[in-house]
T-cell receptor
Framework: AQTVTQSQPEMSVQEAETVTLSCTYD???????LFWYKQPPSRQMILVIR??????QNATENRFSVNFQKAAKSFSLKISDSQLGDTAMYFC???????????????FGTGTKLQVIP | ETGVTQTPRHLVMGMTNKKSLKCEQH?????MYWYKQSAKKPLELMFV???????ENNSVPSRFSPECPNSSHLFLHLHTLQPEDSALYLC???????????????????FGSGTRLTVV
């Protein structure tokens, strides 16, 4: 079974600064996806960024980027130029690729609550 | 609009009540999920429906009863709940991603905004 660990329950960052959220995972799979989801106070879980394990290049989406270290099983999220709207819970998630197709089973971490301070 | 709609947004119910949560998606996805979100715990997968067939039931107590009449609608029927069942219940949907012979696409889930359930 896969596990996802987020060791930082809460973090804060000044507006316009950079913050990094940590995530480690444990799996014996070689082919999988990793995700960061954002859950603002509105409760809508929104996909922020995803990374395919077979790609060595780190994914980026505008101000969001990841540092994917496959051997270390680490998947951190960097938010640059933090904005007030980035205040939310952030969940790291793992998805095994099913060779026979079918639904996706995603394992989530416990989340990191990020507060952006004006 | 995200494409996954959950109603009601909030629900307070007594332990002897019967209520239902509703989830609707208009994304053409063929898999739908119920998750339970409690404070300081990982999201707990409860049920999965793939092409309207229940494919997973993660040892959920029988006081939770899912129903998937078609690939766009998912219900969670609740009866004789306990106070510890108070939580945020999230619905999600996804598209069957990986077919034999094709490459993975890995789009992840699309979530609804959840139903905040309080059992009194």
């Amino acid at each position: 079974a896969q596990t996802v660990t987020q060791s930082q329950p809460e973090m804060s960052v000044q507006e316009a600064e950079t913050v990094t959220l940590s995530c480690t995972y444990d799996t014996s799979e070689s082919n999988y996806y990793l995700f960061w989801y954002k859950q603002p106070p509105s409760r809508q879980m929104i996909l922020v960024i995803r990374q395919e394990a077979y790609k060595q290049q780190n994914a980026t989406e505008n101000r969001f980027s990841v540092n994917f270290q496959k051997a270390a099983k680490s998947f951190s999220l960097k938010i640059s130029d933090s904005q007030l709207g980035d205040t939310a819970m952030y969940f790291c998630a793992f998805m095994k690729i099913r060779n026979s197709g079918g639904y996706q089973k995603v394992t989530f971490g416990t989340g990191t609550k990020l507060q952006v301070i004006p | 609009e995200t494409g996954v709609t959950q109603t009601p947004r909030h629900l307070v119910m007594g332990m002897t009540n019967k209520k239902s949560l509703k989830c609707e998606q208009h994304l053409g996805h063929n898999a739908m999920y119920w998750y339970k979100q409690s404070a300081k715990k990982p999201l707990e997968l409860m049920f999965v429906y793939n092409f309207k067939e229940q494919t997973e039931n993660n040892s959920v107590p029988s006081r939770f009863s899912p129903e998937c009449p078609n690939s766009s609608h998912l219900f969670l029927h609740l009866h004789t709940l306990q106070p510890e069942d108070s939580a945020l219940y999230l619905c999600a949907s996804s598209q069957d991603l990986l077919y034999e012979g094709q490459g993975p696409r890995g789009f992840g889930y699309t979530f609804g905004s959840g139903t905040r359930l309080t059992v009194v």
